[in-house]
C-alpha cells in the first residue's frame, strides 16, 4: 500500500480540523485504525494461538535470564492483539515524542511572518472567492480559512499543523500496524513500560506466507520480544532511547524560504492542492533537518545497533538448538523489515529512528567480539551504566570498548 496522504478522504479527515493540543490523536487513531485494516472489521483473535504465545513467552524468559541476567525482574504479561489495538497502544507509547515534534513545529509556522509567497493573491483575496468554494469543500475548512485570511500563511499553518501531524502519524503508525509481529520488532521510542506484545494477524500472514512451522516461528517471535522487553527493562537504556528521540524533533528549524515555496500553490479553491503540499512528509520535514540532527542521529544509530544487535547474539544463543527451523525464519525476519517500506523512512525522518540490516550486522558483530575477548560476563557490563554504550568508534573495535570501560572513571 503506498503510503501518503493523498490516500485518506481529505474531506473527511478536515471534518475533524479543531484541535486542542498541538497533535490531534483523535484523527491519528483514526488513521491508524484505517490503514491497519485497510477499511475492514477486525477479525477476532485466535485464542488458541495466544496461549501458545503466552506459554513461550514465560519459557522465553527463562531462558533470557538465565544466559543474560536481564529480566529477572521483569512482569511480562504477554498479550496477542488485532492490528488496530497494536496501532492505538503504539500511538499512546509514542506521544510524547510526537508531543514534542509538534511543539516544535507549531513554534516555527507561528514564528513565519505570515504572509503568502509573492504573486499569491497580489491585490488582496478576491471578493466571494470563500462563497464559490467547489462543491463538497469542507465547511468547517473554509470558515477556518476566512477567520483567519487568506493572505495569512502562519495562522493557516498553526491551525492545520494538529490534523496533518495527526494524519501523518497516524499512517505511519497504522501501517507499520499492519506489518509488525511484535511490539519490538522494529527499535522505536516508546515512553510506557515495556510489555511483550504479539500481533496475530501479521503473524498467521507471515507463517503463510513464507511457510514457516507455526509452533517454531511463534517460539522465536516470542524469543524476540522478550529480549527487547528485557533489555528496555534497564532504566537508564530506556530512558535514553526516549530522551534520544526527543532531542531529535526539538531540533528540528525552519527554513522560511523552502517553507514559502513548498506551500507556493496552495490554493483554498482546489482541494487537491493541500494534497500536493502535504502529500510527502518527508519533503516538508527535509525543510526543518538542521545540522544538530546529524549528531544525535549518530546516537541513535548507535543505541539502536547494540540493541538490534545484542537481540540477534541472544537469539543466536538460545535459538538453534529449541528451534530447529531458526536459521530460515531469522532470515525471513529479517527480510520481513524491507516490507515496512516507505512508513519506515517516515519514521525514520520524522523520529530518527531506522531499522537497516547493516546496523543490526554491526552490532552483532560488536557483541561477538565481546563475548570473544571477554566472554559473556564481559558483553553483560553493556547494561551496567549509560557510560557503557560503545561510541562510533568502539562499535567496530570491541577491543577498545573493554579497554575504555576497564580505566577508572574520572
Known amino acids: ?49 495466544a496461549e501458545l504465545l503466552g506459554e513461550l513467552t514465560r519459557t522465553s524468559l527463562m531462558h533470557v535470564s538465565a544466559l543474560t541476567n536481564l529480566g529477572a525482574g521483569l512482569e511480562v504479561h504477554p498479550r496477542t492483539v488485532g492490528r488496530g489495538v497494536f496501532a492505538h497502544e503504539t500511538l499512546d507509547a509514542l506521544a510524547p515524542v510526537l508531543t514534542a515534534l509538534a511543539e516544535r513545529v507549531t513554534v516555527v509556522t507561528a514564528d513565519t511572518d505570515g504572509a503568502l509567497p509573492d504573486g499569491a493573491f497580489p491585490d488582496g483575496m478576491p ?38 501531524l495527526g494524519v501523518q502519524a497516524g499512517f505511519m503508525v497504522g501501517h507499520l500496524a499492519s506489518l509488525s509481529l511484535g511490539r519490538h520488532e522494529m527499535p522505536l521510542p516508546l515512553a510506557t513500560a515495556p510489555t511483550v506484545m504479539f500481533v496475530g494477524a501479521n503473524l498467521a500472514s507471515f507463517e503463510a506466507d513464507w511457510e514457516l512451522p ?34 531529535y524533533v526539538s531540533a528540528f528549524e525552519v527554513d522560511s524560504r523552502l517553507v514559502e515555496e513548498h506551500f507556493a500553490g496552495l490554493d483554498p479553491a482546489d482541494p487537491e492542492s493541500f494534497q500536493r503540499a502535504f502529500g510527502d512528509p518527508t519533503e516538508l520535514l527535509g525543510a526543518m533537518r538542521t545540522p544538530a540532527q546529524d549528531w544525535i542521529r549518530e546516537r541513535i544509530t ?9 537481540a540477534d547474539y541472544v537469539l543466536g544463543e538460545i535459538g538453534p538448538p529449541l528451534i530447529p527451523s531458526f536459521d530460515r525464519i531469522r532470515e525471513a525476519s529479517h527480510r520481513h523489515r524491507v516490507e515496512r ?44 551504566d549509560e557510560a557503557h554504550l560503545p561510541t562510533a568508534a568502539e562499535i567496530t573495535a570491541p577491543g577498545l570498548w573493554l579497554e575504555r570501560i576497564d580505566l577508572p572513571r574520572e
Open 341 to 384: 517500506g516507505e512508513a519506515a523512512k517516515f519514521l525514520e525522518t520524522l523520529l530518527g529512528f531506522g531499522s537497516e540490516r547493516a546496523h543490526l550486522e554491526q552490532g552483532a558483530a560488536f557483541c561477538h567480539g565481546v563475548v570473544e575477548r571477554a566472554g559473556p560476563d564481559g558483553l553483560a557490563r553493556l547494561f551496567e
Open 1 to 49: 500500500m503506498p503510503f501518503g496522504f493523498g490516500q485518506f478522504d481529505f474531506s473527511e479527515v478536515l471534518r475533524l480540523l479543531k484541535s486542542e493540543g498541538p497533535i490531534n490523536f483523535e484523527v491519528a487513531r483514526q488513521v491508524s485504525t484505517w490503514v491497519a485494516l485497510e477499511g475492514e472489521d477486525e477479525p477476532a483473535v485466535d485464542a488458541a494461538h
Open 302 to 310: 548507535l543505541v539502536t545497533s547494540v540493541l538490534e544487535g545484542y
Open 127 to 164: 471578493e466571494g472567492l470563500l462563497d464559490d468554494l467547489p462543491e463538497g469543500f469542507p465547511e468547517e475548512l473554509a470558515a477556518g480559512l476566512a477567520g483567519a485570511g487568506l493572505g495569512d500563511l502562519s495562522n493557516l499553518l498553526t491551525a492545520m499543523a494538529p490534523l496533518l
Open 214 to 247: 507455526h509452533d517454531e516461528l511463534s517460539f522465536y517471535v516470542a524469543l524476540h520480544e522478550v529480549v527487547y522487553a528485557a533489555m528496555l527493562s534497564v532504566p537508564w537504556l530506556h530512558e535514553r532511547v526516549v530522551a534520544l528521540a526527543r532531542d
